[in-house]
């Protein structure tokens, strides 16, 4: 992680740390006895990073990751306590840590889990939800365009939202693939420029391919790749020079 940090401040970037699978076991919800000391120790050894580092991603898609965690292991219903529970425990890793370092705290929701009323962490800074095009109709135009809208009304007051914009499809694209998706950036261009002063970030998902996992992102999408870009250039008014990934 060190030489990466050292890779990101050589090109005057800065980069989110992502530090679930620090705090919490492999797809565990419940975090180690000593995240605490586990974190601090991982933040010490980064000592000479910090002004690197703006901030830290908790939990990707916690309350959906909580049930189907449950789902695989046969157990009994989770009750709705045992989200509040996971919440709350989110919810103070966050504090602490922005106590800790003075840094931000962020995660994202999946869909389904705001469909059924799951809670948010409203104590991160920015949250923010996941709905692919690649799903096919469940994640619609007007599908994005109602989560963006309750998520809008039901955040904390003081959170800012952080958007995955897509740039992923589930089976090698092709031309109508990548049609959909840079239909679907112009349509977060859309959202992002109407509620400027409610999102504080973007962040595309995903560049690489991982082809083993069904995961072709804007690396095999010329297209796409060149419409974030400009988007990215839009919004920071500089130009971008991508780099290679880390």
């Known amino acids: 992680l060190q030489e990466k940090l050292n890779r990101v401040k050589s090109h005057n970037d800065q980069t989110i740390i992502m530090v679930q699978h620090l705090l919490f076991p492999w797809e565990g919800t419940k975090a180690h006895a000593d995240w605490q000391s586990r974190f601090d120790e991982a933040w010490r050894k980064l000592s000479s990073a910090h002004d690197t580092v703006p901030g830290f991603y908790l939990y990707d898609e916690p309350m959906w990751r909580l049930e189907e965690l449950q789902k ?91 958007i995955t914009a897509d740039s992923y499809w589930n089976t090698a694209p092709g031309e109508a693939a990548e049609n959909a998706v840079v239909a679907r950036i112009e349509l977060w261009k859309e959202l992002v420029a109407r509620h400027a002063g409610e999102v504080a970030a973007v962040t595309p998902f995903l560049y690489q391919n991982h082809t083993l996992e069904k995961l072709w992102g804007a690396q095999a999408m010329p297209r796409a790749l060149q419409a974030l870009k400009a988007w990215s250039e839009q919004l920071l008014g500089a130009k971008c020079a991508p780099q290679p990934a880390l």
């Open 72 to 162: 695989r292991a046969d157990l009994t219903p989770i009750t709705a306590e045992s989200y509040v529970a996971f919440a709350n425990e989110l919810g103070q890793i966050a504090n602490y840590i922005k106590q800790k370092t003075g840094k931000l705290t962020s995660l994202t929701e999946a869909y389904p889990a705001i469909d059924a009323g799951r809670p948010l962490v409203t104590a991160v800074d920015w949250i923010g939800f996941n709905c692919y095009r690649a799903y096919g109709n469940v994640c619609s135009a007007a599908r994005i365009r109602d989560l963006f809208s309750w998520m809008l009304q039901n955040k904390g007051t003081q959170q800012k939202m952080m």
